[in-house]
């Protein structure tokens, strides 16, 4: 479990790809390495990965990912490139205040940066998810003004949504520009989408409750009611 408070910028340093996944060496990573062991999870640009291999004094602290396809194919990983930035937090630990929100680092889906427009010191950012599919159906229902979204493993508010055009905004402060990467993301690029997961527990035991079995439910409750009503009415 993460918090989604980004704790470092790392660098990659070196990937590897082959027909089964890709390895990512991400280096000056040594402030997040000081208690790091093998199998370790680290969130990575908002994608919980476990630590294969590390060092605390090379390159400025490296550590070594391995991403299988199913990473690659959700997220915007399979992109980077040696020398992009990365967010980096470690697995939430049980004595430290908690911050931003519970956040699984289990990437949904990706999204676009389609604006960026400064607001006084702030930056306002839009970004649009693609369209829904059988296999992938719509995250809009779970983004509402004022709820959290994981950008990038970045726990930010969201300012507004528009259903109709897909699309979604955030602002980021200056402290946090200068914290995380995705306020140097150009137009067009991907970023790494997780909604919070309060959202889908509520939608999942919504829909439980309103179906229940052939007998219960909320839906079979009210219409053995409006039976009841309309026999007593002599309506059939």
Known sequence: MFTGLIEHLGTVLSITRDSGGCEIVIAKSAPILDDCHIGDSIAVNGACLT???FDKVQEGGWFKVWLANETLERTDLGERKVGDELNLERAMAAHVR????FVQAHVDTTASVIASAPDGDSLR???QLPEATSSRP?????LIP????TIDGASLTIT???DSQRTFGVMLI???QEKISLSRKPIGSKVNIEVDMVGKYVEKSVLAALEGGESHGIRALVEKIVLEVLAKKGIQ
């Open 160 to 162: 507004a949504v528009d």
């Open 146 to 149: 004022k709820g959290y979204v």
């Open 125 to 127: 950012l839009t970004f």
């Open 138 to 142: 719509s995250l809009l229902p779970y």
């Open 174 to 176: 200056q402290h946090t």
């Open 98 to 101: 908690f911050g931003g929100h």
């Open 51 to 53: 630590v294969t291999e």
